[in-house]
């Protein structure tokens, strides 16, 4: 018994037991606050998630549907301004779209599907010159690429500078080279075999021209405010498609890379702002007397199509 009575005086005289009555006061005000949290931001506030009717309230049940949906904006933003981004203004007739290439739709559709599938992806440049505005004209047709909320959320760098194209290539090679030792599994690197690819980037200072194409994460009102770039990546993503088009119209080639863990460097390089993320680079001209690309083959339309 003697055990048990020090047991029961050490534990009378621990430190939780004389502090309980400070501790227990901290609990229930922590467990107040986040009930109260909670309530407000679930059950106080109007859903903006499409689809889901503006005056319900964010129910346990509704909130278990919405788990893992991707959110458009912020669900739980107390922010609201009544007045669009853009301007209101009354809608205008529309005609449609015009047969472009040739008068009938279905030859017309064919000679651009001759087009684009003559684009492959160019590892070896000319020295051959580009005419800029070419270019220009190419990343202007981009630019009619459609938006979320006609945000345009999209910037292309135009690098032609020599010595900028030569410190790009700096900064991508010295990450590509810990990409393919360290980061990139073994599967990516043996799937990547048959393109003869690694952490060399000659066509980074070979290709006359460069387009870094950024993603705007958020914008600007005119007075200073940040607006919402809705859907940024898939609408620059699209963007990016009309310009490959635009450039193979052109008779320029080009290729698509992704610079893996180089988006920061690359922005600080240019003095891009920090809304502005790197999407692609494309270098951009024209193959090179001795280029190869592997010879691969294209999926049939049955193969990619499924008619309902």
């Excluded at 009930?35 to 689809?51: A, E, P, V």
């Amino acid at each position: 018994m003697g055990l048990l009575d020090e047991l029961i005086r050490a534990f009378d005289h621990s430190l939780i037991l004389s502090c309980w009555k400070y501790i227990f006061p901290v609990l229930v005000v922590l467990y107040m606050f986040i009930f109260l949290y909670d309530k407000h931001r679930y059950g106080g506030k109007k859903s903006k998630i499409t689809n889901v009717a503006p005056t319900v309230a964010m129910t346990n049940e509704v909130k278990e549907k919405l788990d893992g949906m991707e959110y458009v904006g912020e669900i739980d933003s107390g922010e609201f301004d009544p007045t669009p981004v853009l301007e209101e203004k009354e809608h205008i007739p529309f005609s449609g779209a015009m047969v472009t290439l040739d008068s009938d739709p279905l030859k017309a559709a064919s000679k651009f599907y001759k087009i684009v599938n003559d684009r492959r992806s160019v590892r070896k440049f000319s020295s051959r010159p580009v005419d800029l505005a070419v270019v220009e004209k190419c990343i202007h047709a981009a630019g009619t690429s459609p938006s979320g909320a006609h945000t345009e959320p999209w910037t292309f760098c135009l690098v032609s500078n020599a010595d900028v194209k030569e410190q790009i290539r700096e900064i991508i090679e010295a990450e590509e080279l810990v990409n393919y030792q360290q980061r990139m599994s073994k599967q990516w690197t043996t799937d990547l075999r048959p393109l003869k690819t690694n952490h060399v980037k000659e066509y980074l200072t070979e290709a006359p021209h460069l387009v870094l194409i950024f993603k705007q994460t958020y914008g600007f009102k005119e007075d200073g405010a940040k607006k919402q770039h809705y859907y940024n990546e898939i609408s620059t993503s699209i963007a990016t498609g009309i310009l490959l088009c635009a450039l193979q119209v052109a008779g320029l080639n080009s290729l698509v890379t992704t610079p893996l863990n180089c988006g920061p460097a690359l922005r600080n390089l240019l003095g891009r702002p920090v809304n502005e993320k790197l999407l692609v680079l494309l270098p951009v001209g024209y193959a090179a007397e001795d280029c190869t690309v592997p010879d691969l083959q294209r999926k049939p339309v049955e193969e990619i199509l499924v008619k309902y």
